[in-house]
């Protein structure tokens, strides 16, 4: 049987702790609001990492499409493949951090990813590129491995050597 | 009932161990790669400081004690959490790309942790403050309402299973071979994904009911034992069910332990006699 009933709040701690719990239920309820509507109040807009963390769109949308990121590296004016996995080998349960959109679409990560990507190949080449390969997904045929034959999509080129930027503007 | 805390806390220190221990042999490509650096949004440690593998390996040893001392309890139990929220996002920090939903959930968890009484001893026996199951009551019905009612509202295709279909074929989080064999199979999927939004829409209202609080959360145990099964969304799924014990309703909780407690006692000494019950029927 419990010995003691101890479920007050102490005093002090009162009207701190109902501000917490509304002040996380209003955030949730704004965000929840803007991944709705996709229209979030004016004071938000230079700040739209605001929603992130008290976001939970999951899965919501059909996504029948799958893609994977591909790359090749320019040696002596011909264009040879790189196993970009084996160069990257960190995984996560979403795949390769480069094979998110928000990753390559992002020009300035991409310019990282690149220039990375020409030093650690064992020969530094003159040019390394990226490109997509996306196919529409089959019920009941797995997506790995990706299927061959499909056109890819060029995603970026880039030259080794060219100097990179950090967002804040620092040059790496 | 404090009994809720201590199971949630073991729990949640286990899954976060099982999460983050591996990430040591990330460390020098995803975490201390100086020719990697990035920043994201709030998460611009990387412009200041880019980690080395000694250093990260510190940090990373560092949120793992501070685990380990949240496994432990009692005194470790509180410092042990702060120092793992501090740590681990130290760590993420440095990698800032992937901050993942179950990242996310783990800390906001945390947050409830650190206003529960998860310190203390015998908690089973204790009636505690309300405000730390307040707070992950408004965590969960955000988490599942917000996504169910997204579902519900700006997708009609959940209702025909063909949205969980194709996500069991991404390539990453999906294509695993069940999945793949109950991906063209809608008398499945259907099923699966009503039961889904049915009980995401449904928990922001039905958890607050005494008789319907433990059913709900069985529910939410089989969804999450389907993902599990289904796809690789990493610890999501576990550690969302490790704060489940303190989301059970106090009452409910309570009647659990107290059969828990005469189960032990006629397992011990067989069937009290109704002599020896009076006593206690008196008290």
Redesign the interface.
């Given at each position: 049987m419990p010995d003691r009933d101890e479920r007050t709040t102490p005093a002090w701690l009162r009207i701190p702790a109902l501000l917490l719990v509304a002040f996380t239920a209003t955030w949730f309820a704004l965000a929840y609001s803007f991944s709705l509507n996709g229209e979030q109040p004016s004071w938000a807009r230079p700040h739209p990492w605001v929603w992130w963390f008290a976001n939970w769109e999951m899965f919501t949308l059909l996504d029948d499409y799958a893609a994977v990121v591909r790359g090749e590296a320019l040696y002596d004016g011909g264009w040879v493949p790189i196993d970009l996995e084996a160069l990257f080998p960190t995984k996560w349960e979403s795949g390769p951090r480069y094979t998110r959109s928000d990753f390559y679409s992002d020009p300035t990560w991409m310019g990282t990813f690149g220039e990375a990507t020409c030093h650690r190949l064992d020969r530094v080449p003159e040019k390394v590129r990226f490109h997509r390969i996306v196919w529409k997904k089959q019920l009941g045929v797995s997506s790995r491995p990706a299927p061959t034959g499909m056109r890819p999509r060029p995603l970026t080129e880039w030259t080794c050597g060219d100097e990179v930027q950090r967002p804040q503007g620092e040059r790496l | 009932?404090g009994g809720g805390w201590a199971a949630t806390r073991v729990a949640y220190a286990l899954v976060c161990l099982w999460a983050h221990v591996p990430r040591v042999t990330?460390i020098a490509?995803?975490y201390a790669?100086d020719?990697?650096?990035?920043?994201?949004?709030?998460l611009?440690l990387?412009?200041f400081w880019c980690m080395t593998v000694p250093s990260a390996t510190a940090v990373w040893a560092t949120a793992t004690t501070g685990l380990l001392g949240l496994l432990w309890g009692g005194r470790a139990a509180k410092p042990g959490l702060l120092t793992w929220l501090v740590a681990s996002w130290l760590f993420m920090s440095a990698e800032a790309?992937?901050i993942?939903?179950y990242d996310?959930l783990w800390?906001w968890i945390a947050l409830g942790l650190v206003?529960a009484p998860i310190g203390e001893r015998a908690l089973h026996?204790?009636?505690?403050?309300?405000?730390a199951r307040?707070?992950l009551l408004?965590?969960y019905?955000?988490?599942y309402?917000?996504?169910g009612?997204?579902?519900l509202?700006?997708?009609p295709?959940w209702w025909t299973g063909?949205?969980l279909?194709?996500?069991l074929?991404?390539?990453?989080?999906?294509?695993f071979?069940i999945g793949?064999?109950v991906?063209?199979k809608a008398w499945l999927t259907a099923p699966m994904s009503w039961w889904t939004v049915i009980f995401e829409v449904v928990f922001p209202f039905l958890v607050f009911f005494r008789r319907l609080n433990p059913w709900l959360l069985f529910a939410g145990l089989l969804m999450h034992f389907g993902i599990l099964s289904l796809m690789?969304?990493?610890p999501f799924s576990l550690i969302a069910v490790s704060a489940y014990p303190a989301l059970l309703h106090p009452e409910v909780a309570?009647g659990v332990w107290?059969r828990w407690e005469r189960f032990q006692a006629t397992g011990r000494t067989g069937a009290p006699s109704a002599g020896e019950q009076e006593p206690d029927a008196a008290r």
């Open positions: - | 009932m990330r490509d995803a790669a020719d990697m650096r990035f920043s994201r949004g709030p611009w990387d412009d790309l992937n993942k939903a996310r800390t206003f026996t204790k009636w505690r403050s309300p405000v307040w707070l408004v965590l019905c955000a988490l309402g917000s996504t009612w997204l579902k509202l700006e997708e295709r063909e949205v279909a194709y996500h074929l991404h390539p990453w989080f999906g294509s071979p793949v064999w991906s063209d690789d969304v990493g309570r107290e």
